[in-house]
């Protein structure tokens, strides 16, 4: 593995997670801070809409409509004609805070959730993913996740994969023409590496952050790490590879994870570097 250095490109975040290349844009959300942002490659941004109960995952409906997670009252929220209206409220379904999304071509999402309330010292337990159906509906689609985060989707749309965040793992589970998942199975186990936001590449293998060692991993099927990047923070919590012909690998990273010293410190930044090997699938 060669060392790679980043470049920080944006600074003075709160806590940026969620990263995804959309229209020539880096879209995150500033968890901590309650809004999505977009930032060009440059590094210009803009905040985009604030979302009061914290945003995570972020995805596009086919007729461009954007959907943001709304963690702490799990919900995902559809941003038309520059405001926000419901799209579904998985209250019911999710017991703790929902957090990262992926949404596929014909617009249904498949959404994580913490299990359990992180912040108040609960004891960790296993959850769902809840699949989101283009109409809002939503049901359980898998269970018995350790704090399923991270989530993409292969190109061909045949299979979903989900990092474990405590479960040191990323599963793969096949997606039905419905969207229902079957054929649940361990595509890679990664000893002693918490799985955080996640991104797929054209050759098959996923760049995963794992927070608390600033590291991003790069992941070959059944475990094998073939490449990493370390961030300028001991926290990287996502990545995303964007730029126009996708080789641009963005990093979020943080000093901090906890949502007062997050908004206390402001010390978030978005990093970059090149890569060799495209993103591909979504997001």
């Excluded at 309330?117 to 018995?144: F, S």
């Excluded at 060692?213 to 099927?221: A, F, K, P, S, Y």
Aim: charged share 20%; net charge negative; with cysteine.
């Amino acid at each position: 593995m060669t060392p790679r250095t980043t470049t920080v490109v944006l600074d003075g975040l709160a806590f940026p997670e969620g990263p995804r290349w959309h229209d020539g844009r880096l879209w995150f959300s500033d968890q901590h801070d309650k809004r999505v942002v977009a930032m060009k490659p440059n590094g210009d941004a803009e905040t985009i809409v604030e979302v009061p109960q914290q945003p995570s995952g972020l995805g596009w409906m086919p007729d461009g409509d954007m959907l943001v997670v709304s963690m702490l009252d799990r919900r995902v929220l559809r941003l038309r004609d520059g405001g926000l209206v419901d799209h579904a409220d998985l209250s019911a379904l999710a017991p703790g805070s929902c957090n990262d999304m992926v949404v596929g071509a014909e617009g249904r999402a498949y959404v994580g959730n913490f299990g359990f309330d992180m912040y108040a010292g609960a004891k960790p337990a296993e959850t769902c993913v809840i699949a989101v159906e283009p109409d809002g509906r939503a049901d359980v689609a898998a269970d018995g996740l350790g704090f399923p985060n991270g989530s993409v989707i292969t190109p061909d749309g045949s299979t979903l994969l989900v990092g474990e965040s405590m479960a040191a793992r990323i599963s793969a589970f096949d997606i039905a023409p419905g969207g229902t998942l079957s054929n649940r199975r361990t595509w890679a186990k990664l000893e002693g590496a918490t799985v955080d936001g996640m991104c797929l590449d054209a050759e098959g293998m996923i760049w995963a952050a794992c927070p608390f060692t600033g590291r991003v991993l790069r992941i070959r099927e059944g475990g094998d790490v073939v490449d990493e990047v370390t961030g300028t923070h001991p926290g990287a919590f996502a990545c995303m590879l964007g730029g126009d012909d996708r080789t641009t690998l963005y990093l979020c990273t943080a000093p901090t994870h906890v949502p007062e010293e997050a908004r206390a410190a402001h010390g978030g930044r978005i990093e970059a570097l090149q890569v060799e090997v495209p993103g591909a699938g979504r997001p």
